[in-house]
């Protein structure tokens, strides 16, 4: 039997639209930077974020895009999925930036 994954309070997709709130990154990125700002009560696994990416940018939440100095994918928000990160991340701020103030 496998070991069960630990349960976040939130779901990747909610949590990929409020990693990207800080600014464009890449699914590694996003993954290290929700982890540490949530003091690892938000923990993403690398196959379920790159399922999440794909149905953010199915739905034009997200964009990809390229950097030249960068061989990883980059991802940032649409201003539809800024929008829909924006009015989430009120009620989700303890737990998005307890990391970083407190």
């Known amino acids: 039997m ?9 779901t990747t997709h909610v949590a ?3 990693g990207l709130r800080w600014g464009p ?4 990125d996003l993954i290290a930077d929700i982890e540490a700002r949530t003091r690892g ?5 690398i196959g379920l974020i790159y399922k999440a990416l794909a ?9 990809r895009t390229y950097w030249p100095d960068r061989v990883a994918q ?4 649409t201003a539809k999925g800024r929008t829909l990160a924006q009015r989430d991340g009120d009620s989700l701020r303890p737990l998005f930036e307890r ?4």
């Open 2 to 10: 496998s070991p069960r994954r630990s349960e976040t309070p939130v």
């Open 16 to 18: 990929v639209l409020q």
């Open 25 to 28: 990154a890449s699914a590694t």
């Open 41 to 45: 009560r938000v923990r993403i696994h």
């Open 55 to 63: 149905v953010l940018l199915e739905k034009r939440l997200v964009r």
């Open 74 to 77: 980059i991802f940032q928000l």
């Open 99 to 102: 990391g970083i103030h407190g």
